[in-house]
């Protein structure tokens, strides 16, 4: 009777935990989806990776989370997210849609255009991924052959948040940011991070650009995104678009729930008599019905272009214009026609000295996002937009192209990898090298030395922001033109294949010289085959994992993520200084840290195995008592994953 009554207790406190636990997650699901349908992404993205972490994570769940990376341009995630959602049997077609944008927002061509051509089988909606399917063939040729424009990140200004739309007026630059937290307390829930607000900063001859500041005459008055700001050529006229702040937005409704939508304006500020007036509203602005805003001037100021989504379009947001009356007063708005609009997306115009049209639109051929276009023409009379390729786009958003009078320099805006942190700002200059240096190499199979063809190969600059990419040949080899006074990384990777990296330098070199890298791929599908993860440090006696570890680490998601089927163990190791037992227990930490991590990047926990193995597989002599040098005992001090199933 009291092994029964012992054994019912244990049952009803089994059921008590597990409803306890289904009630925490059903309070923890409301509260996520409360943030979700508020387009709070930053916030919901959070809880959602705790209900997401176990054998049997709903649909849904994982569906959310996936979006609100990809709604926060954090394409890496939301590519390791798509990647488990579409392997659910009950996966709607429109996953392989929004899979196939993210694979390319990670220049993924190949993977791309197969889930968009999978999306377009199952719903015989081919023309709604023509474009897309048609962009990645032209940005793998496009990343094997780079224009010669030169980027450069304005890494003074520039910082973990957003910065973008750099536009010269007077002797300073205008540009967009979102402030640091600890400068403004309000956040913008989308993206966790304070609302736009406009910036001064200055810039040298070759459009370096420094000594950021908030601007001032009351442009940032307002409590919501203020910006990006443009001006006239003498400076006194500026065209700033801000977000609504009052309660007459446009209210949506969703699941029972209004919620309102604060459109864009855009407002006049003029400077009478030495001193700024107070911003003027411009006179088609609506936000019951529509946003208006990122202006541009006309080379002769006579014309106003604009980005709205105002009645009578092409759809989503189109490019229009209003010309400059005899009494001083903006015209009726018109469209800029449909040759430069489509039916998705425009957006910030500008217009060079020559009257070339530059901007960015999703509505044409591209390489992933935004991508900028150049078109010759006036007021809606238009050219046949051109794609300006890469580098000047990349498979990130690319727009806000501003081109000096001789076109020779200029600035852009990105959110490219390799950047400081979301939006960046970028000076370019287009000058042909007058000496040639390049790198050529060959991808090899580890274990047999053949040379393996078909590995994908990036060559980078500045962490990882891709300068080129290509496929290696039938023989293996890979070639790319460098330049000068630059440090890269050219990385290759396959699929079933763990990938190889080196760096590579062309500092000091002064005269045309072709370097020479070779690159070992190791074979994954090996059933306890022992693999090293390189330079994974901690801190002394701790277990968190470090940032310099997590960029090593990511590899090693990106492994997992692109061979589902593998099933690896983390081990960890310590050498033999300190007490065993302690050792033993430091080391399963660690690879419990490291496991949590690759959990917190969409890798599915039951896939992986932490072990902790202290000191009990020395790699050399060094035992207890054994003196050696600091070297030795590092060589003991790892991390490792074997393959458990493949």
């Not at 115009?349 to 390489?367: E, H, I, Q, R």
């Not at 290759?492 to 010289?513: L, N, P, W």
Request: aromatic share 10%.
């Amino acid at each position: 009777m009291k092994k029964l009554y012992t054994l019912s207790f244990a049952c009803l406190m089994a059921c008590f935990c597990l409803n306890a636990m289904a009630q925490e997650q059903s309070g923890l699901r409301e509260r996520a989806d409360q943030l979700y349908r508020e387009y709070k992404y930053a916030n919901a993205s959070k809880i959602y990776l705790k209900l997401t972490d176990n054998k049997r994570a709903r649909l849904q769940d994982m569906e959310r989370l996936a979006e609100c990376y990809r709604k926060m341009n954090n394409y890496e995630d939301a590519e390791n997210w798509y990647s488990r959602v579409v392997a659910v049997p009950e996966s709607k077609p429109e996953n392989l849609l929004y899979y196939g944008e993210v694979l390319k927002a990670n220049s993924r061509y190949d993977q791309a255009k197969k889930m968009l051509q999978d999306y377009a089988a199952k719903t015989g909606d081919l023309k709604r991924v023509a474009n897309d399917i048609s962009g990645c063939d032209s940005a793998q040729v496009w990343m094997a052959h780079p224009t010669s424009h030169s980027l450069k990140n304005e890494a003074t200004i520039n910082t973990a948040n957003a910065e973008f739309s750099a536009f010269p007026i007077g002797d300073k630059i205008y540009y967009t940011a979102e402030p640091d937290e600890s400068i403004l307390s309000k956040t913008y829930g989308w993206t966790g991070n304070s609302f736009l607000k406009v910036y001064t900063a200055g810039h040298a001859s070759d459009n370096t650009l420094s000594s950021a500041a908030v601007a001032g005459n009351d442009i940032n008055s307002e409590t919501y995104h203020v910006g990006p700001v443009v001006g006239n050529k003498a400076g006194d006229a500026l065209f700033i678009t801000r977000t609504y702040p009052g309660k007459n937005g446009e209210l949506s409704k969703e699941n029972n729930n209004k919620y309102k939508t604060n459109k864009l304006e855009l407002y006049i500020q003029k400077k009478v008599n030495g001193k700024w007036s107070k911003p003027e509203a411009f006179a088609y602005n609506d936000v019951k019905k529509y946003s208006v805003g990122h202006a541009s001037l006309s080379p002769d100021e006579k014309i106003l272009y604009f980005v709205s989504d105002m009645p009578g379009g092409q759809g989503g947001t189109d490019i229009w214009y209003a010309e400059l009356g005899a009494d001083g007063k903006w015209g009726t708005p018109v469209n800029a026609g449909n040759l430069i609009n489509t039916p998705d997306n425009e957006m910030f115009p500008s217009v060079s000295a020559d009257g070339t049209l530059f901007y960015s639109t999703n509505g044409l051929p591209g390489m992933g996002g935004l991508d900028i276009f150049s078109s010759k023409g006036k007021a809606a009379q238009w050219g046949k937009p051109q794609n300006l390729r890469y580098p000047v786009n990349s498979a990130g958003d690319d727009f806000a192209f501003i081109a000096s009078e001789s076109y020779t320099s200029g600035y852009l805006s990105s959110n490219r990898k390799g950047g400081k942190g979301n939006d960046d700002i970028y000076s370019y200059s287009y000058v042909k090298p007058r000496i040639v240096l390049a790198l050529s190499g060959i991808t090899y199979n580890k274990k047999t030395s053949e040379k393996l063809p078909d590995a994908m190969v990036t060559l980078y600059s500045g962490g990882r922001t891709i300068v080129a990419k290509q496929s290696s040949q039938s023989d293996g080899t890979f070639f790319f033109e460098l330049d000068r006074a630059s440090d890269y990384s050219v990385l290759a990777s396959k699929t079933g294949f763990y990938a190889d990296s080196a760096k590579v330098s062309t500092r000091g070199i002064e005269k045309s010289d072709t370097l020479h890298v070779s690159l070992y791929l190791n074979p994954l599908f090996e059933k306890g085959k022992i693999l090293a993860l390189e330079n994974i440090h901690y801190d002394f006696d701790k277990d968190n994992i470090r940032a310099d570890a997590a960029k090593i680490l990511n590899e090693l998601v990106r492994t997992m993520r692109d061979n589902p089927t593998l099933s690896i163990e983390l081990g960890s190791h310590t050498d033999s200084r300190g007490v065993d037992i302690y050792n033993l227990d430091l080391s399963q930490r660690r690879a419990r840290s490291v496991v949590n991590y690759l959990v917190s990047r969409g890798i599915a926990r039951d896939r992986m195995v932490a072990k902790g193995y202290g000191e009990t597989m020395l790699l050399n002599r060094c035992a207890n008592g054994v003196k050696c040098s600091a070297a030795e005992h590092q060589a003991n001090r790892r991390t490792e994953f074997k393959i458990l199933e493949y």
